[in-house]
C-alpha cells in the first residue's frame, strides 16, 4: 500500500519536473510544475466525442488501459512492505497486465477506421514486442540471482555488494529506463511534441480521443513513468527502514524525472528504421546482466 501511495503522489509531479527541466536546458522560463496535472484535471471536467465509425471497443479502451496501469502498480513492491498484490512469478502478471492495456490501446486506434493512426498503432505493437525480451531477460536474471521468483522477493535479496553487484545494479537501472522511455513513447524512440505524420507513434494513436478519455490516457502516462521508477528504486532500497526509504524514494523519482527532461533535450530522436535496432542493444545489455548473474553464481568456467 505504501509504494501505490507514494506512485500515486508522484505521478502529480513526475511529468511537471520533466517539462520543467526541459524549459530550464532551452534558456525558457516554462510552465509551473502542476501544469500538467491542471491540463488532466480540466479534461477529466469534459466529456468525450466520438466518432460515428466507432464501437464499443473505443469507448471502453482507454479505462481499460488506465486500470491496466493501476493493476501493474499494485504488483510494484516498496521495501520491506510487499505490493498490494505478490505472488511467485508477479513479474510475469505485471508485464502481461500491461500488455492487456496496451492491446486495448491499439485496437481502439484501428477501431476508428483510420489508416493514420493504423500506422502508429502498428508501430506501438512493434515496439512493445520488441522491448518484451529485455525486460523478462532482466527480471529473469535477477530471480536467477536471489533464487526467487516475486518482485518483493527479488528486490529484498539483490544486495549491491560487490563489483559485479554494482555492474548489474547499474546496467538494470539503464535497462529500466529505456524500457520506459520505450513504452511511454518518449525520446530516443519517439517526440511526443511531433506532428510529423510519418514519424508520429503514440500521439497519432490517440487523436480521436478527448475529454475525459484523453484525460485517463495522459494520466495513465505519468503513473507509469513513476511506476517504472519505482522499480529502479527498489533495486537500491533493499530493507532499510522505512524513514530511510521514503527519502531515497522520492529522490530517485526527482533524479529520474531530471534525467528524462535532460535526455529529450539533447537527444535527437532516431529514425524509424533505427528505432529496432536501438531496442534490441536493450535486449543485449539485458543478457550481459544474465551472463553478470552467471559469473556472480560461479556457473561460468
Partial sequence: MISFLLILLSSLFFTGIVIRTKSITAGRKGPGIMQPMKDILRLFRKSSVYSETTSIIFRIAPSIYFVSVIMAIMVVPFGQYSGIISFEGDFVFFAYVLALGKFFNIISALDTGSSFEGMGASREALFSMLVEPAFFLLMGSLSLLTGHTS??????????????????????????????????????????????????????????????????????????????????????????????????????????????GILESFTARYRMSHNAQFIFTLSSVSLLIFFGALLFLGRMN
Fill in 151 to 260: 518482485f518483493h522477493e527479488i528486490f529484498m535479496d539483490f544486495h549491491l555488494h560487490s563489483y559485479i553487484t554494482y555492474a548489474i545494479g547499474i546496467m538494470a537501472t539503464f535497462v529500466l529506463v529505456m524500457i520506459c522511455m520505450v513504452e511511454n513513447s518518449r525520446m530516443p524512440v519517439d517526440d511526443p511534441k511531433t506532428h510529423l505524420e510519418l514519424t508520429m507513434v503514440h500521439e497519432v494513436m490517440i487523436l480521436d480521443n478527448s475529454g475525459f478519455d484523453l484525460g485517463l490516457i495522459m494520466h495513465a502516462v505519468n503513473l507509469k513513468f513513476v511506476m517504472y521508477g519505482a522499480l529502479i528504486a527498489n533495486l537500491y532500497i533493499g530493507n532499510l527502514p522505512i524513514y530511510y526509504t521514503i527519502p531515497i524514494f522520492l529522490t530517485i523519482q526527482l533524479l529520474f524525472a531530471i534525467a528524462v
